[in-house]
């Protein structure tokens, strides 16, 4: 494969998970790979021998996890709605590297996320359903907008079973309560201190509508202090 090269620079990462549904860890990325992202699972790197292509980088504990993600791209074949496949090593996949601000990126930075973004992921979903697989774990972090278009990032989930319901409730809440904060930057702790008391409801019974309307009082609060 072309990465052979690079092979033992990947090899040289070292990364240790963490519990829960921590980020992993760096130890130690050599200085000729950049770091793209961090994950619960893995670093992604990228080579400027291949500017078009990230490695995904597993901690050794959770190969499973690796191989899980591989088949899921094997039967999701060619499709618009997610990064190429180009083939896996021991503790890494090769994939395309795709540009654009995550839908998290978007809120922080004001950008307006169009609503072909969401009819993208309905398709996205449903496409994986014809392929024999579950679409879940989708949330603001693994959307991105890529020229007024959705692509889906981390598919490692989608051989899971049962529906965590994130996206659903992604979707009530842009329909209801985006159109009010469409293009203002949202500050990153106040994002986070909602998620937060998201996964704090959403082990009863979530009420979209009130959650919503606690997350714009607290928004007009820090604006007004």
């Not at 992604?44 to 088949?71: M, N």
């Not at 083939?87 to 590297?97: I, P, Q, R, T």
């Not at 004001?110 to 014809?130: F, M, S």
């Not at 994130?166 to 201190?193: A, C, M, N, S, T």
Request: proline letters at 7%.
């Amino acid at each position: 494969m072309f990465w052979q090269p690079i092979k033992p620079l990947i090899e040289k990462i070292e990364i240790q998970p963490n519990p829960g549904n921590q980020l992993v860890t760096i130890q130690y990325i050599p200085e000729e790979l950049e770091k793209i992202g961090v994950g619960t699972d893995a670093v992604v790197v990228r080579h400027p021998a291949h500017p078009g292509v990230v490695f995904k980088r597993y901690v050794k504990e959770r190969d499973q996890v690796r191989q899980d993600e591989e088949e899921v791209y094997r039967r999701l074949g060619d499709s618009p709605y997610f990064p190429i496949f180009y083939g896996s090593e021991d503790h890494f996949l090769a994939l395309s590297y795709e540009q654009g601000p995550t839908l998290y990126e978007c809120l922080v930075e004001g950008i307006p996320i169009p609503d072909r973004v969401i009819t993208d992921v309905e398709e996205a979903r449903q496409y994986v359903r014809n392929q024999g697989l579950n679409p879940r774990d989708i949330h603001l972090k693994n959307v991105l907008l890529q020229n007024g278009r959705a692509k889906l990032l981390d598919v490692s989930e989608y051989m899971k079973p049962g529906d965590d319901g994130r996206w659903d409730h992604l979707v009530q809440g842009y329909r209801l309560f985006y159109p009010l904060i469409e293009g203002r930057k949202i500050p990153v702790d106040l994002i986070e201190q909602v998620k937060q008391a998201y996964y704090d409801q959403v082990k009863g019974d979530v009420s979209l509508l009130e959650f919503g309307r606690q997350f714009l009082q607290l928004w007009r609060n820090r604006k007004q202090s």
